[in-house]
Nanobody, 126 residues
Framework: QVQLVESGGGLVQAGGSLRLSCAASGRTFRRYAMAWFHQAPGKEREFVAAVTWSGDNKYYADSVKGRFTISRDNAKNTGYLQMNSLKPEDTAVYYC???????????????????WGQGTQVTVSS
């Protein structure tokens, strides 16, 4: 099993940047695919980005391509989401998620992931 704790959220003006971190417990973090989702008030939890266990393959929602970058450092058991050129519509609670790496994972589907953090609030003011 793995436990996930997000950090790095906050209040930022439109056009600004934030870097979210996802600290994972356990020695087997490197065996897990990792993803970020976000959820705005009254809306469904939506896919933002995902990365395979090795970091070699990355996937993004169309709405964040070119602005957000997902990465991970398996030696530190930590994943990251660098968010640039933030927009007010990026305002949401951001969740880190993980699942055992395997073939055929649907990275953009929240049902794929067994492990979730508690979330960190990101607010972008206009």
């Amino acid at each position: 099993q793995v436990q996930l704790v997000e950090s790095g959220g906050g209040l930022v003006q439109a056009g600004g940047s934030l870097r979210l971190s996802c600290a994972a417990s356990g020695r087997t973090f490197r065996r897990y695919a990792m993803a970020w989702f976000h959820q705005a008030p009254g809306k469904e939890r939506e896919f933002v980005a995902a990365v395979t266990w090795s970091g070699d393959n990355k996937y993004y929602a169309d709405s964040v391509k070119g602005r957000f970058t997902i990465s991970r450092d398996n030696a530190k058991n930590t994943g990251y989401l660098q968010m640039n050129s933030l927009k007010p519509e990026d305002t949401a609670v951001y969740y880190c998620a993980a699942e055992n790496q395997g073939y055929g994972l649907q990275y953009g589907n929240k049902q794929t992931y067994s492990y979730w953090g508690q979330g960190t609030q990101v607010t972008v003011s206009s």
